[in-house]
């Protein structure tokens, strides 16, 4: 699930991305509130999170430009204003929720997973992903294969959804590494490689059909169809 996060405080938005990612969700950060107009136009996204004092046009004027072009996704919005009338200002030009910094980042996962669950949105517009007899439920961020719940690590999660997202499609283990580490590929590492294993020991150990084969070679692909 892919998440923009726009703030301009390097810190900050380094802390957000790395929790972001440990909750298995794909984060874009960007520092200008011009770029995360581009940035949505550029690709979807499940929901933003928006810092208001930005160095160049500020985080309300990003909303209601949003908003204008017609871009419903959900907007939670961090500001260090905590008087009600800067709450109801940021509701009231289009944000879908207001955190006060500092912030606790549990909260900021719990009602950033409150607002998709509202909207019932995701990147792609789509709630559950499915394959054969498994469901992959992007809100609650439940996972299960033939009636049984299956657990599973932040990263695991979210390879499993990049598989899922480009099923039948063999994804490159540099794609993968950029995807979920957020990094280029380093030749000489085997993470990938471990991280596909623990997730094939939950996903189809127990299970058929297999879902996650090797092209070697190549790279990964999720698929139902055995032929």
Do not use: C
């Amino acid at each position: 699930m892919r998440v923009l996060v726009v703030e301009d405080d390097p810190k900050i938005s380094s802390f957000l991305l790395d929790g972001l990612q440990r909750e298995g969700f794909t984060v874009r950060a960007v520092e200008r509130g011009v770029d995360a107009v581009a940035a949505v136009q550029d690709q979807e996204f499940a929901a933003i999170v928006l810092d208001l004092m930005l160095p160049d046009i500020d985080g309300l004027s990003v909303v209601e430009r949003l908003r204008a072009d017609g871009d419903r996704t959900p907007i939670l919005i961090l500001s260090a204003k905590r008087s009600v009338d800067d709450r109801v200002r940021g509701l009231r030009s289009g944000g879908d929720d207001y955190l006060t910094k500092p912030f606790s980042f549990a909260e900021l996962v719990v009602r950033l997973q409150a607002l998709l669950r509202r909207s019932g949105s995701t990147a792609a517009g789509v709630t559950r992903l499915r394959a054969a007899d498994l469901t992959l439920d992007l809100v609650s961020r439940e996972l299960r294969r033939g009636g049984q719940r299956i657990e599973l690590q932040p990263k695991e999660f979210a390879l499993l959804e990049y598989l899922l997202h480009n099923r039948d499609v063999v994804l490159s283990k540099s794609s993968i590494m950029e995807r979920i580490w957020g990094y280029d590929f380093d030749p000489q590492t085997n993470i990938v490689d471990v991280l596909i294993s623990r997730l094939r020991s939950k996903v189809d150990k127990g299970f058929e059909p297999k879902l996650i084969h090797t092209i070697r070679g190549v790279g990964y692909v999720l698929k139902t169809d055995q032929r």
